[in-house]
């Protein structure tokens, strides 16, 4: 059921309407409304830039694994990956997930072509975050080809993949199964609040069988120190400065991309035309003033649509 904090009259109705996309419990520990923001805002505030958003969309729209991580609180993983479910195909069947033990007795109804499995956390932290035998049943699907939006704390990949190797037992095969990986950095600087995806990751297997990640994208000049403990915090810790970070940008990777696209099942020049229409039609959905989640999950909505153009024109299909 929607989560009734989110029922007030305050609230408008479009807003309503995509607030109960999300079951109760989806936004964790916080007692008032989260802020939501559509993944046009999200580009726009710089914490992930436009190609790499693109990206998110063509793994998502086939229904592709994403696990968005990061060490301090605040660091914005839950709103990313509530926004990313704009980009699911319309047939998509969202399967939420919480707790330490699963009943996956849905599987018989729904397979890897309609499913998606939402995890707002994967921890021990809280009851209703998934971790244990969930999290690494969760994981096995991933494996098998199921769909897997997550978060997690971890602040590097490495770390990520030690957590769910020792705290669940994932194997290679279902650490494999997430597409991509994002490594996000968040705390407090006198200038303001530091909020950033520093890295992605394609997760994949090398011909033995062995997990084998290749990097996608990172920020220029390295990624931001290492915050260990910061999860345990109830903000962001403060650092003196950001070092420059916010304004760095983020360098995209050939090689990465070129496994991405094999894995896609495209070619490096099919994987790159697609990444071009859709970075151009999220660029002039925010020329066009198109960033309120609601409108901005019609116009993504437009754009799958098999029979538009996708060069259509927002303006042409979208509407507040």
């Keep these: 059921m929607p989560d009734p904090r989110y029922r007030a009259s305050s609230v408008t109705a479009s807003l309503a309407a995509w607030f109960s996309r999300f079951p109760e419990g989806w936004w964790g520990y916080h007692w008032a409304p989260p802020e ?26 086939r229904r592709g694994s994403v696990m968005l991580a990061s060490e301090a609180p605040q660091a914005g993983k839950t709103t990313t990956l509530s926004a990313l479910v704009d980009f699911l195909p319309d047939e998509t069947v969202g399967v939420f997930l919480r707790g330490s033990w699963g009943d996956y007795r849905w599987t018989d109804d729904y397979g890897a072509d309609r499913a998606y499995l939402l995890i707002n956390e994967m921890s021990d932290h809280l009851p209703i975050y998934v971790w244990g035998r969930n999290a690494k049943g969760a994981l096995e699907l991933a494996g098998r080809g199921y769909g897997l939006g997550a978060t997690m704390h971890a602040d590097s990949l490495g770390e990520a993949i030690e957590s769910l190797r020792e705290g669940v037992g994932a194997r290679d095969t279902d650490l494999a199964g997430l597409t991509i990986y994002l490594q996000f950095s968040a705390y407090r600087t006198p200038a303001g609040m530091y909020r950033r995806c520093e890295e992605a990751w394609h997760l994949r297997r090398d011909p033995a069988g062995a997990l084998d990640p290749i990097r996608l994208a990172a920020i220029e000049g390295g990624r931001s120190p290492r915050l260990t403990g910061a999860q345990r915090l109830p ?8 070092g420059g970070r916010r304004a760095r940008s983020f360098i995209h990777e050939s090689l ?25 039609y999220l660029a002039r959905l925010a020329e066009e003033g198109i960033c309120e989640p609601p409108e901005v999950a019609a116009a993504i909505a437009e754009y799958a ?12 299909g979208a509407s507040a």
Excluded at 46 to 59: E, F, K, N, Q
Excluded at 235 to 242: E, G, N, W
Excluded at 305 to 316: A, K
């Design 36 to 61: 939501p923001m559509s993944v046009v805002q999200i580009v726009g505030s710089g914490s992930i830039d436009l190609r790499l958003m693109a990206t998110l969309w063509a793994v998502v729209a």
């Design 305 to 316: 649509d098999p029979t538009q153009r996708p060069d259509r024109s927002p303006s042409e």
């Design 235 to 242: 903000v962001p810790p403060v650092l003196r400065t950001d």
């Design 256 to 280: 990465g991309y070129a496994a991405l696209s094999a894995a896609l099942g495209l070619t490096a020049e099919d994987l790159e035309s697609e990444l071009s229409h859709r970075s151009a």
